[in-house]
């Protein structure tokens, strides 16, 4: 059967509603209302939302509503109480003899466990202002050199470049994290026009304490903005910039580690009974603990409350710091969240998050938490810690996967073999179980990303600009906030994280793919125009290898989406839409056939 046609419910504004506005979560103990749509000709004869009440099962029955004449669809709803902070929930479907589950990750012919239910959390959501924005990422030595770059003395540690010269980026080359080629924070602000075309209104840094790396994740102050990039002015500089223009900014801070060269684990080094010491993982024979093997990246120990003071809990921690006037982030994306708090027997990780979102909300009410997680966030986004995460497992392994090009120079990335390429059922699968797993609105809060400095770039992946759009164009589309590495929207290639890195070609524009880039702005607009593509649900109307189509359902107005990898037939029985955008020149109908990757977005209904 088409998924189209199967039982449906998401945890969208049209599947559930808390009675405090449609996006608005419930109080404790607040009653909400699930709906559950079927066709009308669906045979099911009774339903109940099955939830945990402290974790014991409690069934409650579910209402069907009465077909009106014309109407394909038939409606059931129910109620419960929202008892526990993240409250479970799933439906049992009774046909005669026979039993279904309908889940986070779809119908079940069998038990099973509680893991992919659907969850419903009393915790404040990520900010509006998040849910509908668009990120741009920015690593600050790649992106733009202001006219006082030059000026500026180049560190003993670093190989300065030409803006020009071939990144270094092979990980056994000792040069890889040290060749400097100059762009600073002064160079983004220069440049935020830019931006503004790409169609983004968040602006995201990788670090800018300085680190003796081109990459700064080693830092060795959080007190200070490196000079290199203009200090502590520029930074100050670009945020009054970007909130001039009503966006907003936010950090990125290594809450797992420090550099070697940090102040305080020199001093933790030099004097054994300083208060330093205890903010890092020593073993008894003087060695410590450091990030996956790097002795240059010492773990910090968040059982010391002395540690959690000084960086990320209360007012005079480093998160709050940065986060008030003249800086004035608006949140922070955690470099390495999932490890943070984790060593061995101990995992605090929970209550780490759990005091960075204390902080942050203290400072700022709207504040925005996102933590680096690229692989099973389960657990880790209920909703009191982290809003979401970078959704690598849930979004860009799936995608990458369906859209990869078999003779991609792309390299691995996260794993030891490279990307496999698996055909549309393989992808939506994985996209359904992952929503699943992570929840609706962990999945909606989190960043649907196609490359980031870390991986090797969407256009070596994919191979052709028209897949690439494709890939842009689901980024827009599915559930999450999009994320864009600075230099995907004009086809920048990479083999790996560290080649990813390539300067911005601001001199060479006739090296740019003007035409990626005019996708990338059109897809911000009609996010921002069509509320579903922000807030709607998730219903899949077609899956087949070479193309895919879903529906994203909102109270507004609904929207469809198809995709394609490859040439293929038209696709019959999709509801009619007036189309609003296409990645290629292609037939308005929907579901037209098209010679080639293509995604097109039609208004329905």
Same mark, same amino acid.
């Given at each position: ?31 909400? =209302? ?5 066709? /009308? ?20 029955? #579910? ?10 669809? !038939? ?18 479907? $009774? ?19 509680? $893991? ?6 009393? %915790? ?14 920015? %690593?600050?030595? !790649? ?6 770059? /030059? ?29 400097? %080629? ?26 800018? %304490? ?10 060795? +102050? ?13 930074? /100050? ?66 059982? +010391?409350? /002395?540690?959690?003071?000084? #960086? ?65 966030? =389960? ?10 995460? #970078? ?16 003779? =991609? ?16 059922? $393989? ?17 909606? $809060? ?70 990626? #880039? ?33 529906? !994203? ?24 839409? !007036? ?27």
């Amino acid at each position: 059967m088409r998924p189209l046609y199967l039982p449906h419910h998401d945890g969208s504004p049209a599947y559930l509603e808390t009675g405090r506005g449609a996006d608005a979560p419930p109080h404790l103990e607040d009653h909400v =209302t699930v709906r559950v749509r079927t066709q /009308a000709d669906d045979p099911v004869e009774a339903m109940w939302v099955r939830t945990t009440y402290d974790a014991e099962p409690v069934f409650h029955p #579910m209402v069907a509503a009465t077909v009106d004449e014309g109407s394909s669809s !038939r409606w059931w709803s129910g109620t419960f109480p929202v008892h526990n902070p993240v409250t479970h929930y799933r439906f049992l479907l $009774a046909r005669g003899e026979s039993q279904q589950w309908l889940t986070g990750a779809g119908l079940a012919d069998h038990d099973l466990p509680d $893991a992919f239910d659907f969850k419903v959390s009393a %915790f404040p959501e990520a900010p509006d202002w998040a849910r509908d924005g668009v990120v741009y990422q920015i %690593f600050p030595d !790649r992106f733009a050199r202001s006219a006082a770059a /030059a000026e500026r003395p180049t560190p003993d540690w670093a190989l300065p470049a030409a803006w020009d010269d071939p990144v270094l980026f092979e990980l056994a080359d000792p040069r890889t994290p040290l060749q400097l %080629f100059g762009g600073d924070l002064d160079g983004v602000t220069d440049h935020l026009d830019h931006v503004a075309e790409v169609g983004a209104d968040i602006v995201y840094t990788t670090p800018v %304490f300085p680190g003796e790396s081109n990459h700064r994740y080693n830092a060795s +102050s959080f007190d200070r903005v490196d000079p290199v990039l203009g200090g502590d002015e520029a930074y /100050a500089r670009l945020s009054a910039a970007a909130h001039e223009r009503g966006w907003r900014i936010i950090g990125d801070l290594t809450t797992n580690h420090t550099g070697d060269t940090h102040e305080w684990f020199r001093t933790a080094i030099s004097d054994p009974s300083s208060p330093e010491r205890d903010y890092y993982c020593f073993r008894p024979d003087g060695s410590y603990e450091c990030w996956m093997g790097f002795v240059t990246l010492p773990k910090v120990d968040h059982t +010391s409350p /002395a540690l959690r003071s000084r #960086m990320v809990e209360g007012p005079d921690s480093v998160v709050a710091r940065w986060m008030r006037p003249p800086f004035a982030l608006d949140g922070w994306r955690i470099d390495v969240a999932n490890m943070t708090g984790r060593l061995g027997a101990v995992d605090v990780n929970h209550e780490v998050a759990r005091a960075v979102r204390r902080t942050v909300t203290a400072e700022r009410s709207d504040a925005w938490l996102i933590g680096e997680h690229n692989h099973d966030a =389960t657990g880790d986004v209920d909703g009191d810690g982290w809003h979401g995460t #970078m959704n690598y497992s849930g979004f860009s392994w799936p995608l990458w996967s369906w859209l990869r090009d078999p003779d =991609t120079v792309a390299r691995a990335f996260g794993r030891p073999l490279p990307v496999p390429r698996r055909d549309g059922h $393989a992808f939506v699968r994985a996209i359904s179980q992952w929503q699943g797993m992570l929840g609706w609105r962990a999945t909606s $809060a989190g960043w649907n990303i196609v490359g980031s400095h870390d991986s090797a770039r969407i256009r070596t992946l994919v191979g052709t600009a028209s897949a690439h759009r494709v890939a842009a164009g689901l980024q827009f589309t599915l559930p999450g906030i999009p994320m864009i590495f600075a230099g995907d929207e004009i086809g920048l290639q990479g083999v790996t994280g560290e080649d990813s890195r390539r300067t911005m070609p601001w001199e060479r524009r006739q090296d740019w793919d003007l035409e990626t #880039m005019s996708t990338y702005s059109s897809l911000s607009r009609v996010r921002r125009e069509h509320t579903a593509l922000r807030r709607g649900g998730l219903r899949w109307a077609h899956v087949e290898a070479d193309a895919v189509a879903f529906l !994203r359902e909102h109270p507004d107005g609904d929207v469809l989406v198809t995709a394609r990898r490859a040439a293929g037939p038209a696709i019959d029985g999709l509801p009619a839409g !007036r189309l609003v955008l296409a990645t290629e020149d292609t037939d308005p109908e929907v579901g037209s056939a098209h010679a080639g990757p293509v995604l097109t977005i039609h208004l329905v209904g």
